[in-house]
């Protein structure tokens, strides 16, 4: 039983969540993630690390209401426990310093780079950060992504806040002033990494991707989470999560995330199968 | 005289069948398969056992169960003394009267079985185990003096409950951590509840913990913590028992179609997660109609059943050669035969086809004949040329094997492997190329069976005791 230490609505379906859990606290690095399970009945959903402190005993999660699981985590109040926290689970995000790196987050995929971003600004890089959301409303991180990167741009589809447009476009600006870039991480939606791949890749610069496949044990056992990358099928729970963007069959995990919409929508899980979408 | 005449009655005794859920009632629930035996049955069969002066049963059982003593007790209407003796070396007796491959083991060497059948040596453990259970009277040995000593189980599966119980009972203090979240292992995501149920493994779970078995659920080894970190906290020998669960897909075209599930997936979420509970629990399952499970071992005769009971309209079994050479036990085909499975034998899958959205619909196969013996002595499948066919599909369980899993090994510096990824040991020991570390189950033999994990787990215990008490 892992308790709730702290909750906070960061837009109006997207939940922060402290939770007590010492030892993850301790062991865990940038770009590893764990498998909640709320209560007995609940399904196991995999969610990034977003922060930790080894001194309280304490990881931070992200999530959004996307179906049933999730909305019941979202009506938990803090004190109640979360039944079972599974981790670190996957691979840490390979941080080195490289010279002037770009991470980019879309909806809740901003929670997912922060980790990323903190660390590479850790290890030496400038940090050029792009973060965005449909409307304003539904930016979250924007404080803590100014504290670890360099230079952050904010992004909103529909104009209401910051740069008017998509996050790729704020690359390719980048890119075409001529900015030194060592790496790209692209963390968002799967139309939004796609996107992004195909922007950098006659640039040959590198970018790293973080997959959120459906998983079920997520310790290489099932096979539920295999994606292509290079044509060779992988397990994003222990092959993974982060991969060579330029490789990876993005139609076909797109494909894969719709999997259970019909049993969702059994489950009054309609707002799940958009859960690739921000 | 009187001798004679005693033996020949008891050999009038047939074997007891144990009554069944009939099989068309059967496909439409969970609920285990075979009943159990009545008290009165359980003396008859019980009494069939001549209780030989040199029984051959012990040693055919890998956890050396003294068979005619458990008999004898049941014979003599003594249950409570029966459950005693089997926990004696047993610590899952109720698992095992159900999984184990008794025809293969001690009941293949019951010198009842060279005239008619031999004794129903499991479906008697199965009795005494459930009667215990069932009376609620589970009775705990003495508990051993501490010795000071602390072991690290890895994988609470089968080996892993075996060892941390002969442990426990040394005196040991044993951890046991479970990468998942509810201790058993493939007894509890693989084996589907109409062959075990889980209440079952919990109640022998729960045994292991009274005897003080200490169980960390949520443990992933090689992430939360590696094999040297577990020294490193104080731990005098780690065992390492976390199977073969890795599953082996085929490399087809259309293999991550949607709809295509490794038996691994297909079980863990049903049987795990509960998805045939669905919507009650929130795990989903795809109920598909036209089933293809790929595979003739035990797992493809549990995947397939599953298929069935998940409101299948037609399941099949696809296996590239015969019912022969099927590595199933007997009974469980012989299950999946009366409850309407379609075997398509000598037949292989070669291509899955999408309905055009990312869905399989279809799957290309290609039928084969036997040829020449392989390395497994088994006649090896050779296709046969312009045979392809397309059988309509809606899901596909993929059952051809797991493999070695990777993340210990791989996080164990010193810990060498073999070219499949297996631990490598010595002898029956279950010594790894690490000091203080031994390894026993699935990871070192591939995929085998519950019993033979467990007999691994047993005599690796003994060797850690020998290791850690200098003898």
């Known amino acids: 039983m ?45 969610l990034t690390i977003v922060d930790s402190d080894p001194k309280k005993g304490t990881i931070t999660v992200i999530f959004q209401i996307v179906g049933k699981t999730t909305a019941v985590m979202a009506k938990m109040k803090v004190g109640d426990s979360i039944r079972d926290v599974q981790g670190p ?13 770009v991470c980019i987050g879309g909806g809740v995929g901003v929670g997912v780079v922060y980790p990323l971003a903190a660390a590479l600004k850790q290890a030496g890089n400038q940090v050029i950060s792009i973060i965005g959301a449909r409307t304003k409303e539904l930016l979250i991180l924007e404080e803590e992504m100014k504290q670890v990167s360099d230079r952050l741009i904010v992004t909103t589809d529909d104009g209401s806040y910051g740069f008017h447009g998509f996050v790729s476009t704020v690359l390719q600006n980048l890119i075409d002033q001529g900015e030194k870039i060592a790496e790209v991480f692209a963390i968002g939606p799967v139309p939004m990494m796609k996107v992004i791949a195909n922007l950098t890749r006659p640039y040959g610069i590198k970018t790293v991707v973080s997959l959120n496949p459906i ?23 222990v092959d993974g999560p982060e991969f060579d963007g330029h490789q990876v069959d993005f139609d076909l995990l797109t494909s894969r995330l719709r999997m259970y919409c019909d049993q969702e929508s059994i489950a009054y899980e309609k707002h799940r199968c958009g859960w690739n979408g921000n | 005289m009187e001798t004679e005449i005693k033996k020949e009655k008891k050999e009038k005794i047939p074997r007891q069948k144990m009554p069944e859920q009939n099989p068309g009632v059967r496909i439409t629930n969970f609920e285990e398969v075979p009943l159990g035996y009545s008290a009165e049955t359980a003396i008859l069969e019980a ?62 060497v019951c010198i009842l079985g060279k005239k008619g059948d031999p004794v129903a040596v499991g479906r008697l453990e199965r009795f005494a185990a459930d009667y215990e259970r069932a009376t609620g009277e589970i009775s705990l040995p003495e ?32 951890t046991v951590f479970e990468g998942l979240h509810k201790a058993g292992g493939v007894l509890v995501y693989g084996i589907p509840e109409f062959r075990l149920p889980k209440a079952i493994v919990e109640a022998e ?76 629990y929130d795990t989903p399952i795809i109920r ?123 996080t164990t510096p010193g810990l060498e492997t073999n070219r499949r990824g ?50």
């Open chain 2, 143 to 174: 508990p051993s003096a501490p010795n000071g000593k602390k072991i690290a189980v890895v994988g609470a599966g089968p080996s892993g409950l075996t060892i941390a119980g002969d442990l426990v009972k040394l005196g040991y203090e044993v």
């Open chain 1, 2 to 46: 892992n308790k709730i230490t702290e909750k906070v609505a960061l837009s109006e379906n997207v939940v922060k969540m402290v939770l007590e859990a010492p030892a993850i606290a301790r062991k865990r690095k940038a770009g590893q993630f764990v498998v909640l399970i709320a209560n007995e009945k609940g399904e196991r959903i995999p």
């Open chain 1, 89 to 101: 689970l996957g691979n840490p995000t390979d941080v080195h310093k490289v010279g002037q790196v």
């Open chain 1, 215 to 237: 998983m079920v044990d997520a310790t290489g056992m099932c096979g539920a989470c295999r994606v292509s990358v290079d044509g060779k099928t992988k397990f994003t729970c």
């Open chain 2, 205 to 280: 779970v729960d045994y292991l913990q009274k005897l003080g078995v200490k169980i960390e659920t949520n443990a992933v080894i090689g992430r939360i913590a590696t094999i040297d970190e577990l020294f490193a906290e104080g731990y005098d020998a780690v065992y390492i028992a976390v199977g073969a669960g890795a599953p082996v897909f085929m490399d087809i075209p259309g293999e991550n179609l949607m709809g295509i599930y490794s038996a691994n997936e297909y079980l863990t979420r049903s049987n795990l997660m509960k998805a045939y509970l669905f919507p009650e």
């Open chain 2, 422 to 471: 297996y631990i490598i040991t010595k002898g029956e020991s279950g010594e790894t190329t690490r000091q203080g570390v031994y390894a026993g189950g699935d990871i070192v033999t591939g995929a085998a069976t519950v019993i033979l994990a467990m007999g691994a787990g047993k005599k690796a215990a003994r060797a850690i005791h020998a290791y850690l008490s200098g003898e």
């Open chain 2, 47 to 108: 009494k069939r056992c001549i209780q030989c002066k040199k029984p051959g049963c012990i040693a055919g059982c890998p956890v050396e169960v003294r068979i005619p003593e458990f008999i004898q007790a049941i014979a003599d209407g003594n249950f409570i003394e029966a459950a005693h003796i089997l926990k004696e070396t047993n610590s899952l007796p109720a698992v095992c009267g159900r999984v184990c491959p008794q025809e293969e083991q001690c009941e293949q």
């Open chain 2, 288 to 410: 598909g109609q036209n089933v293809a499970v790929i595979g003739g071992g035990n797992v493809a005769m549990d995947s397939v059943r599953t298929a069935l009971r998940l409101g299948a309209d037609n399941a099949y079994i696809v296996y590239r050669r015969t019912e022969v050479e099927m590595p199933a036990r007997k009974e469980e085909v012989h299950h999946a035969q009366e409850e309407g499975v379609q075997f398509k034998l000598l037949t292989n899958p070669v291509e899955y086809i999408s309905d055009g959205s990312g869905w399989v619909k279809g799957m290309k196969c290609i039928r084969m004949e036997l040829g020449e013996p392989d390395a497994s002595g088994r006649r090896s499948p050779v296709p046969i040329k312009d045979s392809e066919f397309v059988i309509d599909v809606d899901t596909v369980v993929v059952a051809v094997g797991t493999m070695a899993n990777p993340i210990v090994p791989a």
